[in-house]
């Protein structure tokens, strides 16, 4: 797995338990694009309700959905649109920046 150029959009306020939450959340997705089998959509599910918790209002959870797609070239919002839409693997097209 190739590293990764670019920092995680975090906010300062957040607890270690919401940093890994969050941080699980854009891992699973960066799968769903990076690795050749892509993701259990059920993985990405999980985290996704995990990230919920840590940011349960939609304006921020795009904002931050931007900030991650600006940084890496992945989308959370599609990720997890085909997540809910497919059982199995999820496996994204795309690049990363």
Known sequence: MEANNYEY?????WSTTDI?????LYQ???DAYEQSQGVASADLL???RAFQQVV?????????DK???TASGYS???TMKLAR???GQIKMKGTAK
């Open 76 to 78: 959370i919002y599609r």
């Open 56 to 64: 349960p209002q939609k304006f921020e959870e795009k904002q931050l």
């Open 46 to 48: 999980t985290a996704y």
């Open 9 to 13: 959009p975090l906010q300062p306020d």
């Open 85 to 87: 839409q497919t059982s």
């Open 20 to 24: 890994v939450a969050v941080t699980t």
């Open 67 to 69: 900030a991650f797609e």
């Open 28 to 30: 699973r997705v960066e």
